[in-house]
Structure formats: structure tokens, C-alpha cells
């Protein structure tokens, strides 16, 4: 069973930093993009950040304050956050896109089961 397993969140200060990390685990040939998503309550899931082997890519909000990296080795991704904002506050998921070997090569898309970052002072 492949699955995507997230760390990291939690409660922080205006200003502060925050580290999510993701990994990913299983019958897994190979990964062609992580990323992270956020969601607040009444609104749709939107994205944060995705890289792939050749690139990173922010939402404009994230552009400058959050690092994306990514462990291809340990099929891992992480999320810097710094100067962190209220606004900032959400559910973020961690998303990957991968071949699994179950059941023969087959293409999924998998979401880690969220994690709570609140910006609070």
C-alpha cells in the first residue's frame, strides 16, 4: 500500500517559521511531482507549492517567505515556512503524483492526511 505520511504543524507566532515535511512510502517506481495544498474551512484546496525534478513552482502568496525541497533518494518533501502570517493559517496536505509497481506500473495521485498550521499570536 503506498501512502503519503505528513510532520510537522502546529501553532506559532506572527512572524514565526514552520517546517511540514511528507513522505512518501511503498511499491513505488517513481514519483513525478510533490507538492503541498492548503485548505481553509468554506473554501476550495488551493495550492501552495509542487516541484518536480526540474523545478519549483509558489503560489504567489508563498513566493518568497516558503521553501519547497524535495529528498528523491527518501521520496520526501518539505515545506520552509518563514514569516509566517494569520493568513497563512490552514490544513496543508502534501500531494504527490507517482507510478506504483501494485498490481502492475498504474499512475496515482496521493494526498497525506492534512496537517493544522495556525498563525496565532
Known amino acids: 500500500q503506498v501512502q503519503l505520511v505528513e510532520s510537522g504543524g502546529g501553532l506559532v507566532q506572527p512572524g514565526g517559521s514552520l517546517r511540514l515535511s511528507c513522505a512518501a512510502s511503498?511499491?513505488?517506481?517513481?514519483?513525478?511531482?510533490m507538492g503541498w495544498y492548503r485548505q481553509v474551512p468554506g473554501k476550495e484546496r488551493e495550492l501552495v507549492a509542487t516541484v518536480t525534478s526540474a523545478s519549483a513552482d509558489y503560489a504567489d502568496s508563498a513566493k518568497g517567505r516558503f521553501t519547497i525541497s524535495r529528498d528523491n533518494a527518501k521520496n520526501t518533501v518539505s515545506l520552509q515556512m518563514n514569516s509566517l502570517k494569520p493568513e497563512d493559517t490552514a490544513v496543508y496536505y502534501c500531494?504527490?503524483?507517482?507510478?506504483?509497481?501494485?498490481?502492475?506500473?498504474?499512475?496515482?495521485?496521493?494526498w497525506g492526511q492534512g496537517s493544522l498550521v495556525t498563525v496565532s499570536s
Open positions: 511503498g511499491s513505488i517506481f517513481s514519483i513525478n511531482a
Open positions: 500531494n504527490a503524483a507517482l507510478i506504483t509497481t501494485t498490481n502492475g506500473y498504474r499512475y496515482r495521485e496521493l
